[in-house]
């Protein structure tokens, strides 16, 4: 019932900016935290951004802190990842995530997110 979909991946140069979307449906009234995370060829799915329902608890990657924004739409159910100055090494398949989150906490960590879009792909190269 639950879907989320990613869209706004693409090809970029390096230090250009890509803006990715994440419009989830089938939501319910329930405290709820949604997150980016990325997986490049051979390396494990790291994440990337988290925002919780309120949008008060906010969490970087130390790798993307001063270049990624997240923010979002509650009344589109919608996050957003604004990347700027995109290097080679954010090139991945980058996926939006959801978890439910009673205590309106925002974690990082992969493995506790319950349901995953199917990923976008980003690639920065010149």
């Known amino acids: 019932q639950l879907q989320l979909v990613e869209s706004g991946g693409g090809l970029v140069q390096p230090g250009g900016s890509l803006r990715l979307s994440c419009a989830a449906s089938g939501l319910v009234w329930q405290n709820y935290a949604m997150g980016w995370f990325r997986q490049a060829p051979g390396k494990e799915r790291e994440g990337v951004s988290c925002i919780n329902k309120s949008g008060v608890a906010i969490g970087y990657a130390e790798s993307v802190k001063g270049r990624f924004t997240i923010s979002r739409d509650n009344a589109k159910n919608t996050v957003y990842l604004q990347m700027n100055s995109l290097t080679s090494e954010d090139t991945a398949i980058y996926y939006c995530?959801?978890?439910?989150?009673?205590?309106?906490?925002?974690?990082?960590?992969?493995?506790?997110?319950?349901?995953w879009g199917q990923g976008t792909q980003v690639t920065v190269s010149s």
């Open positions: 995530a959801l978890r439910f989150a009673p205590l309106g906490i925002c974690p990082m960590s992969p493995t506790t997110y319950n349901y």
